[in-house]
């Protein structure tokens, strides 16, 4: 038997928060009040990236044997077979919970499982996997979007498109924390895209409440970095766990209107990325 902490890093419970970050965000630009509809909603994407991280180990196990053999597979506290079992289980609970909707989040919520199962089981072979795993994010923000009206709002998918755009950048990142060779800084620049996306569509008060938090969010973005490229020792996994704990600031930054009730919860977020993951490994 598996013990609750094997559980637990497979399937990298410390990002959990990112995932209810980006339920919260979708909803909110939908312009919906929370509801019980909402807990169900954070229950399905919860089961989905479980299910999604869960079959990224079996679907790694060779790759992990040879590269990351403290994994639970390799090291032999869990069998592959569980794992399969265990990952087709989480994805079918998560989906059971989106069907409950209409039949837009139905369609997305199917998308989001294709595109999680896709990037599962070919990320490690193709160099345009982290665009595969932002459509995960993406089709995650979309079915969040479309639950309380079963339909997606334009600024939904902008929003969307831009937290997409950071998650290329951050997967990029991670798929060199296996890898010895020289990190590009270009394809970071996709990170910022969420600053630039700010700045063009707030104005009057939203502006300097957008400009505020797009400072900080850049401030976080280079100390993540400066890990991966501009110290003697690189540190790319802590850089990658930095920038997956900065994802509630991208979604603040979406759509914060001044709300303090919505500033708190998506910091709470934030702040419980950031502890998680001195419990559990990010990546």
């Not at 290329?168 to 010895?180: D, H, K, M, N």
């Not at 020289?182 to 502006?207: D, H, K, Q, R």
Request: net charge positive.
């Amino acid at each position: 038997m598996a013990t609750l902490r094997t559980l637990l890093i497979l399937g990298r419970v410390s990002n959990l928060p990112t995932v209810w970050s980006n339920c919260l965000a979708g909803w909110l630009l939908s312009g919906a009040q929370l509801d019980e509809s909402f807990a169900l909603l954070c229950l399905g994407g919860t089961c989905l990236y479980l299910g999604g991280m869960y079959l990224n180990d079996a679907f790694d196990a060779q790759f992990d044997q040879q590269h990351r053999s403290e994994r639970p597979i390799p090291s032999g506290t869990i069998r592959v077979e569980a794992v399969w079992g265990w990952g087709f289980a989480w994805l079918g609970v998560g989906l059971a919970c989106l069907f409950l909707f209409g039949k837009v989040t139905m369609i997305l919520a199917l998308l989001l499982a294709l595109s999680i199962l896709v990037y599962d089981a070919v990320h490690k072979m193709f160099a345009f996997s982290p665009v595969l795993m932002a459509a995960c994010r993406f089709f995650l923000v979309m079915t969040a979007n479309s639950v309380p009206s079963d339909r997606v709002d334009g600024p939904a998918i902008w929003s969307a498109l831009a937290l997409a755009s950071y998650i290329v950048g951050l997967s990029y990142i991670a798929r060199r924390e296996t890898g010895s060779g020289p990190l590009s800084f270009w394809p970071c620049l996709f990170l910022a895209v969420p600053l630039v996306l700010a700045a063009i569509v707030n104005y009057g008060a939203n502006e300097w409440r957008a400009l505020m938090l797009s400072t900080l969010l850049l401030f976080w973005m280079v100390r993540c970095l400066r890990l991966a490229f501009w110290m003697p020792q690189r540190n790319v996994g802590r850089a990658v766990a930095g920038l997956l704990a900065g994802i509630p600031l991208v979604d603040w930054l979406a759509v914060w209107d001044g709300n303090g009730l919505v500033a708190l919860i998506f910091g709470a977020l934030f702040g419980l990325a950031l502890l998680f993951q001195r419990f559990v490994p990010a990546t």
